[in-house]
């Protein structure tokens, strides 16, 4: 088996570039490929508490899924952070009888990270291994990498961030019940079920993509405390859906985040924040019309995947409530 490295804390077009030199190997050498990373991510380890995840797990196998990886494989990272990395390779060729493996050429693994791309070389080459080490790739003179995205993900620079991943950034989230505070003020909105290890951009109002209930709708999505109206230290996600009328509750969907409106702030009246919200649900219609036209290719594309891959997600939920 090919096996391509890596923390993968999404799937970015740095990732991708790798995936392509996998799927060349695999048909040249008649061998299956995937992807092999670690769980929890080593950060989440080694770090100082303080890293988040850009996704899920629930949404990086989505991604994965999308790009049409075959098989990702995902190691406990516990178990394997103190091997030498001889020792972390005889245990690939022992688990997932590995015969070539494909890297970034800034990959570092093993006890104390002393397992580097010039030690995969030289042991995989007496191993007589396939191995190649791809150099960082570069948009907009930048390195694309994980914390790249990450650092502008925290600025809110959605476009940026859809440049380096290839996909917008996005959370794939239940619908739950709110105060409804939103359908009183005339603007009714989905409550999204935030995950505690997913980064979330940063509090304000976004342009959003969403897909439910067969299709994409314009959104305009709220991240905040709700200021006006509250003082909890809670923060909450809601998304108004344009031109849709109906009962959300309980719906799992995708919110794709296309560009920041504005930031959250307090209005000193209802009225004051109704006229507001009037003017955010008209500028993100206006900016998700011209983003649907220009991405309508990957629109299909990715509503088309979902219908799939939901309709697992449904089977796996109804296992766990008759306890399967």
Request: aromatic share 12%.
């Amino acid at each position: 088996m090919i096996l391509v490295l890596g923390s993968f804390d999404g799937f970015h077009k740095g990732h991708q570039a790798l995936f392509d030199i996998a799927r060349d190997v695999s048909g040249r050498m008649s061998l299956p490929w995937g992807v092999l990373t670690f769980v929890p991510h080593p950060q989440i380890v080694l770090g100082n508490g303080k890293f988040v995840p850009l996704f899920t797990d629930l949404e990086r196998d989505f991604i994965a899924s999308f790009l049409g990886i075959p098989k990702v494989l995902k190691m406990p990272f516990y178990q394997i952070k103190d091997l030498s990395p001889a020792d972390f390779i005889e245990e690939l060729e022992r688990r997932f009888r590995a015969k070539g493996i494909i890297v970034g050429e800034n990959f570092k693994f093993g006890r104390n990270r002393s397992g580097d791309v010039a030690f995969l070389r030289e042991y995989l080459s007496r191993k007589g291994w396939f191995f190649a080490a791809i150099p960082p790739l570069r948009i907009d003179n930048m390195v694309v990498s994980s914390s790249l995205i990450r650092q502008l993900t925290q600025k809110g620079l959605m476009p940026q961030t859809q440049r380096m991943l290839g996909y917008p950034y996005f959370i794939i989230s239940r619908v739950v019940e709110g105060n409804q505070r939103g359908r009183k003020l005339g603007f009714p909105t989905a409550n999204l079920r935030l995950s505690s290890y997913k980064l979330v951009p940063p509090r304000g109002v976004y342009a959003t993509a969403v897909l439910t209930q067969e299709r994409w709708w314009p959104g305009a999505l709220n991240i905040g405390y709700n200021p006006t109206f509250e003082r909890g230290t809670e923060i909450h996600a809601e998304v108004h859906l344009d031109g849709f009328d109906g009962d959300l509750y309980g719906e799992m969907m995708i919110v794709l985040f296309l560009s920041h409106i504005r930031e959250e702030r307090k209005f000193e009246s209802a009225q004051a924040l109704i006229a507001q919200m009037k003017e955010d649900v008209i500028h993100a219609k206006e900016f998700c019309r011209k983003w649907f036209y220009e991405h309508e290719s990957l629109l299909v594309a990715l509503k088309k995947h979902w219908e799939t891959y939901e309709s697992s997600i449904k089977v796996l939920d109804a296992g766990l409530r008759l306890g399967l």
